[in-house]
């Protein structure tokens, strides 16, 4: 069983999930780890990631993926300030380096991460899911930045992506972003890439890009990783082996009509990380996340992980966002990373997994 079963873990103290509770559930072998102290552009010292390193082999597991080491806007943004983030962005994959990092994931979606109108959803079963309602993401992007931020203030807990002093200046962004079409931010990705890779080969760390999360442009924002063509043109933009995907089945998969097995089968050897999510599609374009098992969602759990399991996988793997189950709710549980539906994901993908190499083996036996 080559590929390695991850779990993202928001750190000591900010994470209700502990790393003895990630230890009981079997098949977890790699922590999915960041500082999230950080701003984007801040260089990850080694004394701060010697701390979070003895925490997390106290308990016998690996830290190779970062998710993420978030990309200043003057990146995204083309500014000629750019060039000292990307200074400070090299000297954290060096430090990330010497404890043995392979992976960092990073997403390279203007202003908003993940973006959601309801965190606490019903599912009707008596669980919570992210949900997104598409009506609610017109117009006016305050309101909506307003309802994720009130988690923020509320629960005391900040979510990675929505920080709250690049969120207090949201109009300042907008306005920053303003010339920034689809093909500028195409480019600006190129050269932050390009400016990478002799790093990242020095030091053997792969950049995974996540994908545009939902993958279509929001707010008049432009959003480039979203469809097998724009990952074909990404991958062959930067045609370097530390030049990497984290495909993630969710993002890519709240539009029905992306086939995520068939971009595994055909860039296997490019994806380093793996997101395993499951999506729930209404007619009316809102969708729902879902439980990992197959027939919860419409986004073909099985049949990606066969993909993976065919082409010999040997990256990363995570369950993605779950519901959040029980006693889970606003507060006590981080929205999407709760303990219980992921652990129940785990099993449910490594079990269809075990499944595959059985076939397999008694496939070679004849
Ligand atoms: C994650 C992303 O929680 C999530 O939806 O999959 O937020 C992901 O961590 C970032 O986009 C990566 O930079
Ligand atoms: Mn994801």
Redesign the pocket.
Known sequence: MPMKMGWRWYGEGNDPVTLSDIKQIPGVTSIVWALHNKMPGEIWEIDEIQKVADQIHAYGFDMDVV??V?VHDDIKIGLPTRDKYIENYKQCIRNLSKFGVKVI???F?PIF??TRTDLFHPVGDGSTALFYEKDKIKGDYKSMAEYIMSFTEKYNMTF??WEPERMAKLDELFKAYAPVTKEKLWENLKYFLEALMPTCRECDIKMAI?MD?PPWDIFGLPRLLVDAESIDRFLSMVDDEYNCL?L?SG?LNANPNNNVAEIVRKHCDRIAFA?IRNIHHFPNGDFSEAAHRDCCGETGIIEILRAYHDCGFEGYIRP??GRQLWEEGPGSCRP?YGKYDRALGIQYMLGVWDLLDRLDEEKKKG
């Open positions: 998710e993420s978030n994931c990073y997403n979606m991460d993940w990675p992506g996540h999360d984290t993630c993002s997101h993605d966002h999407g």
